[in-house]
Protein backbone atom coordinates (compact mmCIF):
# COMPACT_ATOMS: atom_id res chain seq x y z
CA UNK A 1 0.00 0.00 0.00
CA UNK A 2 2.81 2.56 0.55
CA UNK A 3 4.14 2.60 -3.23
CA UNK A 4 0.09 3.58 -3.98
CA UNK A 5 -0.15 5.91 -0.95
CA UNK A 6 2.93 7.89 -2.32
CA UNK A 7 1.77 8.11 -5.81
CA UNK A 8 -1.64 9.03 -5.00
CA UNK A 9 0.33 11.83 -3.08
CA UNK A 10 2.59 13.14 -5.55
CA UNK A 11 -0.44 12.96 -8.22
CA UNK A 12 -2.23 15.36 -5.98
CA UNK A 13 0.62 17.78 -5.81
CA UNK A 14 1.13 17.71 -9.46
CA UNK A 15 -2.27 18.64 -10.11
CA UNK A 16 -2.44 21.68 -7.71
CA UNK A 17 0.97 22.86 -9.04
CA UNK A 18 -0.60 22.87 -12.60
CA UNK A 19 -4.00 24.58 -11.04
CA UNK A 20 -1.93 27.34 -9.92
CA UNK A 21 -0.12 27.81 -13.06
CA UNK A 22 -3.23 28.45 -14.97
CA UNK A 23 -3.72 32.39 -15.43
CA UNK A 24 -7.32 34.11 -16.04
CA UNK A 25 -7.41 34.66 -19.58
CA UNK A 26 -9.56 37.30 -19.76
CA UNK A 27 -6.45 39.05 -18.90
CA UNK A 28 -5.20 38.87 -22.34
CA UNK A 29 -8.27 40.16 -23.82
CA UNK A 30 -8.86 44.01 -24.58
CA UNK A 31 -12.23 44.54 -25.88
CA UNK A 32 -11.55 47.93 -27.59
CA UNK A 33 -9.44 46.03 -30.34
CA UNK A 34 -11.41 45.98 -33.26
CA UNK A 35 -13.40 49.18 -32.30
CA UNK A 36 -11.38 51.37 -34.22
CA UNK A 37 -13.97 51.97 -37.48
CA UNK A 38 -14.68 54.24 -40.15
CA UNK A 39 -16.94 54.70 -43.18
CA UNK A 40 -14.05 54.67 -45.29
CA UNK A 41 -12.70 51.38 -43.50
CA UNK A 42 -13.92 48.67 -40.89
CA UNK A 43 -11.59 47.60 -38.96
CA UNK A 44 -13.37 44.74 -36.91
CA UNK A 45 -17.08 46.48 -36.41
CA UNK A 46 -16.86 45.47 -32.27
CA UNK A 47 -17.37 47.48 -29.79
CA UNK A 48 -16.00 47.30 -26.16
CA UNK A 49 -18.79 44.95 -24.89
CA UNK A 50 -18.67 43.69 -21.00
CA UNK A 51 -20.44 40.81 -20.68
CA UNK A 52 -20.72 36.84 -18.96
CA UNK A 53 -20.88 34.33 -21.82
CA UNK A 54 -24.49 33.61 -22.69
CA UNK A 55 -25.39 36.43 -20.43
CA UNK A 56 -29.36 37.99 -21.75
CA UNK A 57 -26.94 41.22 -22.87
CA UNK A 58 -24.18 43.63 -22.48
CA UNK A 59 -22.47 46.48 -21.21
CA UNK A 60 -20.71 48.79 -23.30
CA UNK A 61 -19.44 52.83 -23.12
CA UNK A 62 -21.49 54.94 -25.93
CA UNK A 63 -19.39 57.00 -28.51
CA UNK A 64 -22.02 57.29 -30.96
CA UNK A 65 -25.70 58.23 -31.33
CA UNK A 66 -28.64 55.89 -30.06
CA UNK A 67 -29.23 54.14 -33.69
CA UNK A 68 -25.81 54.38 -35.22
CA UNK A 69 -24.40 50.97 -36.18
CA UNK A 70 -21.37 51.55 -34.31
CA UNK A 71 -21.86 52.28 -30.66
CA UNK A 72 -18.12 52.56 -29.87
CA UNK A 73 -15.49 54.01 -32.42
CA UNK A 74 -11.78 54.27 -30.28
CA UNK A 75 -11.11 57.60 -32.68
CA UNK A 76 -13.43 59.66 -31.05
CA UNK A 77 -12.84 61.16 -27.42
CA UNK A 78 -16.69 61.88 -26.06
CA UNK A 79 -18.94 59.30 -24.26
CA UNK A 80 -22.65 59.54 -23.97
CA UNK A 81 -23.48 57.22 -22.03
CA UNK A 82 -22.93 53.91 -21.27
CA UNK A 83 -25.17 51.14 -22.40
CA UNK A 84 -27.27 48.02 -22.00
CA UNK A 85 -27.32 46.62 -25.54
CA UNK A 86 -28.10 43.23 -27.53
CA UNK A 87 -26.16 44.41 -30.58
CA UNK A 88 -24.30 41.44 -32.54
CA UNK A 89 -23.38 43.00 -35.64
CA UNK A 90 -23.21 47.13 -36.61
CA UNK A 91 -25.29 46.22 -39.70
CA UNK A 92 -28.04 44.96 -37.27
CA UNK A 93 -28.62 47.49 -35.46
CA UNK A 94 -29.84 47.33 -31.55
CA UNK A 95 -33.37 46.69 -30.59
CA UNK A 96 -34.45 47.00 -26.23
CA UNK A 97 -31.39 49.53 -25.49
CA UNK A 98 -31.02 52.05 -22.50
CA UNK A 99 -28.11 53.86 -21.28
CA UNK A 100 -27.07 55.51 -18.34
CA UNK A 101 -25.06 58.83 -18.21
CA UNK A 102 -23.15 60.69 -15.00
CA UNK A 103 -23.07 64.02 -15.22
CA UNK A 104 -21.44 66.25 -12.17
CA UNK A 105 -22.74 70.60 -11.70
CA UNK A 106 -25.39 70.72 -14.60
CA UNK A 107 -28.34 68.75 -15.85
CA UNK A 108 -28.39 67.13 -19.92
CA UNK A 109 -30.63 65.30 -21.11
CA UNK A 110 -30.05 65.72 -24.90
CA UNK A 111 -27.71 62.85 -25.92
CA UNK A 112 -25.89 65.02 -28.36
CA UNK A 113 -25.15 67.79 -25.65
CA UNK A 114 -23.99 65.76 -22.41
CA UNK A 115 -21.50 64.03 -24.22
CA UNK A 116 -18.23 64.46 -22.05
CA UNK A 117 -14.67 64.28 -23.43
CA UNK A 118 -12.52 61.19 -21.92
CA UNK A 119 -8.77 59.53 -22.41
CA UNK A 120 -8.15 56.39 -23.49
CA UNK A 121 -4.93 56.37 -21.10
CA UNK A 122 -7.96 56.38 -18.22
CA UNK A 123 -10.02 53.15 -19.64
CA UNK A 124 -9.56 49.59 -18.84
CA UNK A 125 -11.85 47.40 -21.15
CA UNK A 126 -11.87 43.24 -20.36
CA UNK A 127 -15.00 41.37 -20.88
CA UNK A 128 -15.48 40.93 -17.05
CA UNK A 129 -14.68 44.43 -16.45
CA UNK A 130 -14.85 48.23 -17.46
CA UNK A 131 -13.70 51.61 -16.39
CA UNK A 132 -13.07 54.94 -17.21
CA UNK A 133 -12.79 58.09 -15.83
CA UNK A 134 -14.29 60.94 -17.93
CA UNK A 135 -12.26 64.44 -17.92
CA UNK A 136 -15.17 65.71 -15.48
CA UNK A 137 -13.51 63.58 -12.78
CA UNK A 138 -16.47 61.42 -12.97
CA UNK A 139 -15.33 57.73 -12.60
CA UNK A 140 -17.49 54.52 -14.33
CA UNK A 141 -17.28 50.80 -13.41
CA UNK A 142 -18.99 48.20 -15.08
CA UNK A 143 -19.29 44.37 -13.59
CA UNK A 144 -21.54 42.04 -15.63
CA UNK A 145 -24.27 39.74 -14.19
CA UNK A 146 -25.86 37.11 -15.98
CA UNK A 147 -28.80 39.10 -16.30
CA UNK A 148 -27.48 42.52 -15.73
CA UNK A 149 -24.98 44.53 -14.39
CA UNK A 150 -23.34 46.18 -11.25
CA UNK A 151 -22.18 49.89 -12.06
CA UNK A 152 -20.45 52.09 -10.06
CA UNK A 153 -20.44 56.22 -10.54
CA UNK A 154 -17.80 57.59 -8.30
CA UNK A 155 -18.76 61.36 -8.68
CA UNK A 156 -16.39 64.10 -7.81
CA UNK A 157 -16.92 65.91 -3.93
CA UNK A 158 -18.47 69.44 -3.61
CA UNK A 159 -20.44 68.97 -6.92
CA UNK A 160 -24.33 68.53 -7.62
CA UNK A 161 -24.24 64.76 -9.07
CA UNK A 162 -27.08 63.56 -11.82
CA UNK A 163 -27.74 60.05 -13.56
CA UNK A 164 -29.84 60.25 -16.44
CA UNK A 165 -31.57 57.21 -18.06
CA UNK A 166 -32.64 57.41 -21.61
CA UNK A 167 -34.71 54.71 -22.94
CA UNK A 168 -34.74 56.94 -26.30
CA UNK A 169 -37.97 56.88 -27.50
CA UNK A 170 -41.70 58.03 -26.21
CA UNK A 171 -43.27 54.06 -25.59
CA UNK A 172 -40.81 53.92 -22.92
CA UNK A 173 -42.01 53.82 -19.05
CA UNK A 174 -40.50 54.51 -15.64
CA UNK A 175 -41.68 54.28 -12.51
CA UNK A 176 -39.79 55.62 -9.69
CA UNK A 177 -39.64 54.77 -5.94
CA UNK A 178 -37.58 57.21 -3.81
CA UNK A 179 -37.98 55.16 -0.40
CA UNK A 180 -36.83 52.00 -1.73
CA UNK A 181 -34.23 53.70 -4.26
CA UNK A 182 -35.55 51.57 -6.95
CA UNK A 183 -36.75 52.61 -10.32
CA UNK A 184 -38.59 50.15 -12.79
CA UNK A 185 -39.56 50.43 -16.09
CA UNK A 186 -39.02 49.15 -20.08
CA UNK A 187 -37.95 50.71 -23.52
CA UNK A 188 -39.55 50.15 -26.66
CA UNK A 189 -37.36 50.55 -29.32
CA UNK A 190 -35.87 49.08 -32.10
CA UNK A 191 -34.60 49.74 -36.17
CA UNK A 192 -36.96 47.56 -38.30
CA UNK A 193 -39.93 46.95 -35.56
CA UNK A 194 -43.01 48.65 -36.38
CA UNK A 195 -44.35 48.26 -32.63
CA UNK A 196 -40.42 48.83 -31.33
CA UNK A 197 -39.32 45.52 -28.69
CA UNK A 198 -39.73 45.67 -24.98
CA UNK A 199 -37.04 45.17 -22.45
CA UNK A 200 -38.56 45.82 -19.03
CA UNK A 201 -35.04 46.69 -16.04
CA UNK A 202 -35.27 47.45 -12.33
CA UNK A 203 -32.56 49.82 -10.90
CA UNK A 204 -31.61 49.73 -7.39
CA UNK A 205 -29.17 52.04 -5.87
CA UNK A 206 -27.00 52.04 -2.30
CA UNK A 207 -27.33 55.78 -2.15
CA UNK A 208 -31.01 58.08 -1.78
CA UNK A 209 -32.60 59.32 -4.60
CA UNK A 210 -32.48 62.88 -3.19
CA UNK A 211 -34.69 64.37 -6.43
CA UNK A 212 -36.25 62.78 -10.21
CA UNK A 213 -38.14 64.07 -13.15
CA UNK A 214 -39.44 62.15 -16.19
Not at 22 to 39: P, R
Not at 64 to 80: E, P
Amino acid sequence: MKPKFLTTILICLVAKGLLAQQKDLVNYVNTLQGTNSKHELTRGNTYPTTALPFGMHTWTPQTGKNGDGWKYQYFKDKIRGFQQAHQCSSWSRDYAVFSLMPMVDQLVVDENKRETKFSHANEIAKPNYYKVKLDNEITTEISPSERGAHLRFSYPKCKKSFLVLDGYTRLSGVQIYPKENKITGYVNNGEGFKKGWKSYFVLKFDQPIKAYGT
